[in-house]
């Protein structure tokens, strides 16, 4: 499933393509992808321009002259810019034309993303206020998370995955930041101290940096803008390396299902 990263990446890989650039014509394949694709907001979006495209959480919003477009990849969706001469892809659910020639594809085969047109900001942002924040802002720091788990009893990596906490602290991201942090997944978020979170937020944010500088991605059927593969798998400490030897100090790496996820740990570097 793309996370953060992976929607960074694409936000990067799109900005050159279409920053600036006016829809020329959009055309929708379907009438519905996760929720209802509108056909009255076509001759809205066509002629405008996208003036910003930036991410918030794991969407993709493109601000055009009036207006929003709010794109989410969902499991399998991708955002993709072409040239018009590439036939569309089976899947390619949304296309909007670009005024450079080039065409804006939205892929998903599984249809769990979704495109939502806002035509004012208030909507706009109505609809992203339960979002908490960005991992990657100044907003995110140690007394943060310290404050806001005293006398909490829930395990910390579910604090840390909690959306309305901070955004786009996906499974794997949560597991390689605890190993960072030297903090178990399991581990009473009330019980952690001040200095303990200055760790754990240094480790997400070294993690999530990290897949971004690498291309995203953390799995198999992700593309970013321009479809390259991403690599971050390749160098993960601890995620989905149940019984193999910690690189640090060899003991056997654990999992245990905290809410329902896979939940991976070195027993003796983690405490
Ligand atoms: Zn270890």
Redesign the pocket.
């Known amino acids: 499933m793309p996370e953060l990263p992976e929607v960074e990446t694409t936000v990067l890989g799109l900005r050159r393509y279409v920053a600036g650039q006016q829809i020329v014509n959009t055309t929708f394949h379907r009438d519905n992808i996760r929720y209802p694709l509108h056909s009255a907001w076509i001759e809205q979006i066509n002629g405008q321009s996208i003036v910003r495209i930036y991410r918030r959480a794991k969407l993709i919003v493109m601000q055009l002259n009036s207006g929003y477009l709010l794109w989410h990849l969902g499991m399998t969706g991708s955002l993709r810019v072409s040239q018009k001469e590439e036939p569309k892809r089976r899947h390619d659910h949304i296309e909007c034309q670009l005024h450079n020639g080039r065409i804006l594809r939205f892929h998903d085969p599984r249809r769990f993303g979704y495109l939502k047109y806002f035509a004012d900001e208030a909507a706009m942002q109505d609809s992203i206020a339960h979002y908490g924040v960005e991992p990657l802002s100044d907003d995110f720091h140690a007394d943060y998370l310290y404050h806001i788990s005293r006398n909490k009893k829930q395990p910390i990596k579910n604090l840390i995955m909690n959306q309305a906490i901070v955004v786009g602290v996906g499974n794997i991201y949560a597991c390689e930041a605890l190993f960072l942090a030297a903090i178990r997944p399991q581990k009473a978020c009330g019980k952690i101290s001040k200095i303990r979170y200055q760790r754990l937020v240094a480790g997400i944010q070294s993690t999530l940096k990290q897949s971004i500088a690498q291309g995203g991605t953390t799995i198999s059927d992700f593309e970013n803008a321009e479809a390259e593969p991403g690599y971050f798998q390749q160098s993960l400490a601890v995620y989905g390396r149940s019984g193999k030897p910690?690189?640090?100090?060899?003991?056997t790496?654990k999992s245990i299902r905290l809410s329902g996820r896979n939940s991976f740990y070195?027993?003796?570097?983690?405490r």
């Open positions: 910690c690189r640090q100090c060899r003991t790496i070195c027993p003796c570097c983690q």
